[in-house]
C-alpha cells in the first residue's frame, strides 16, 4: 500500500487496483512503480498536503534542491512557502522516517483552466526514488478531480 495523506488534494488513486490506475497519464505509472519498489525496501514514502509547521523545512528543500540544480536559492524569506501552505497549495513528500524530502507547489485558474505546477523539488539524495513523479502525479490527479483541463508545469 501507498500512503498518501488525503487533505485538500488527496491523491486516492494511488489506493486503486492497478489496472485502474494511471488511465489517463500512461506515463505516471512508472513514478507509481518507483514509489512502489521503495516500499516493498522498507522505505515507506509519504505525499500529503503541507502543514504551518512545515515551513523552516519546505524553504529548506526547495532552497537546497535549487541551489544544487541552479546555483542559486529558490526563495530568499519564509513569506511564498507560508503564503502556499496557508492557501492549500502545497504538497510534501515525506521519507520512511516522515522527514520532508520532497515539494510541490500549484496555483490554479478557475475549471477548466490549467492547474499550474511549480516550483517541484527534490533533496538531491533522495532524487532517482520517484518522490518527484509521486508529488506530480497526486497534482495531476487532483486537477483531473477538480475539473482542470490539463496541468502545466
Known sequence: ?????????????????ADKLWTNC???????AKVLSELLRGRQSIVRPAALSDIARCFEVVNEAYRDQFDAPRYRCHAPVEAAIVAGRLLVACDG?????GYA????????GP??????????????RGLGAALLAALEAAAGR??????DL
Open 97 to 101: 522516517h516522515g522527514d520532508i524530502v
Open 1 to 17: 500500500e501507498v500512503v498518501v495523506a488525503s487533505g485538500s488534494l488527496s491523491a486516492r488513486s494511488f489506493l486503486q487496483p
Open 105 to 112: 507547489e500549484y496555483a490554479s485558474d478557475a475549471p477548466p
Open 146 to 151: 477538480g475539473g482542470h483541463g490539463a496541468a
Open 115 to 128: 492547474l499550474r505546477i511549480g516550483p517541484l523539488a527534490v533533496l538531491p539524495r533522495c532524487q532517482g
Open 26 to 32: 500512461p506515463g505516471c505509472f512508472v513514478g507509481f
